[in-house]
């Protein structure tokens, strides 16, 4: 019969191993989501941005075609033309900020990595995977403790040295420019 | 006078459409790669006037395509621009001794990059 102790320990890990590796694969489901829900999101509002921009050109044409022919009298030339530098204004912030995906899916790519990382460490005493010896005393368990604590902080510092921290913006906003 | 043509690497497809926008807005002829293999490839067929590239992309990251493009003749003194998010100096000094001849931090406006690009080629 095991030692007490021992069979405690056991389950102990496996709960832990079994309820995190399940967790985990929702965070992950969810995560798999929230970037297929981004990059359709991003797809659909650039073809609509270039679609409204082709638009808006087509139609500044115009009016500088009817204005060619003196069809239009000047001040309204000249609001049509402020109305057309404003617009261009919010192109240039539009186009700013629809890059907001290029930055997320790095972050939820990030996250991923970390996720599977986890569920890796985790996986490592799972049920059947981590047997505790049935006579084990408290000198082998402190043992094995000592083994898994090892394992665990080696294959966590491997995950961070994989993990490189590519995105730091917290808003979008313009980047600076730099020329060598 | 023949529009300037500028290769543009980076694995997300929706940033190389707003820098095509913003680029071809002024003038420029663009042409995409999707990772940095991808760059390499085509800047081996032909030789552009300007490469924008991204740092972290599958297969061939922008440090090392940089240091590709400079062992090529042709590309000695093309100049070479990171547009990434990181922002770093570590990175940063990384890029100028790989051969970067600048750096923008990802997101760009439209106009200050188009400034800068003017800078660098006119």
Redo the contacts between chains.
Sequence with gaps: MKNGLALQLERLLSGVSDHGVRHLAEVEADLAQTGALLGDA??KL?ASF?AI?AAARAQQEMVALLAADNAIAPEIIAKLQAMSGEMNQH??IA?????????T??LIGRVLQRVAGLQQVLAAFGSGTLAVPPESGDDQIAALINGINRKVAVRSKRLDSVLWK????NR????????? | MIAKTILTV?D?S??R??LA??LKAVGYRVVEAIDGEDGLEKAKSHTFDLVLTD??MPRMDGLTLIRSLRALENYRKVPILML????GDDM?MKG?AAG??????????????NE?VK??IG
């Excluded at chain 2, 990434?84 to 922002?87: D, L, V």
């Design positions: 991003i797809e650039g270039l921009h192109v240039g186009v700013t900020n629809l890059q907001f995906h290029d930055l899916s790095q590519t995105v730091r913006q979008m906003e313009s980047g600076e420019a730099e020329l060598f | 980076d997300s929706s940033f459409q707003m926008f913003s740092q972290n990434t998010t990181e922002a940063k100028r970067a001849n600048g750096w923008l931090v990802k997101p760009f406006d439209p106009q200050r990059l800068v800078k660098v």
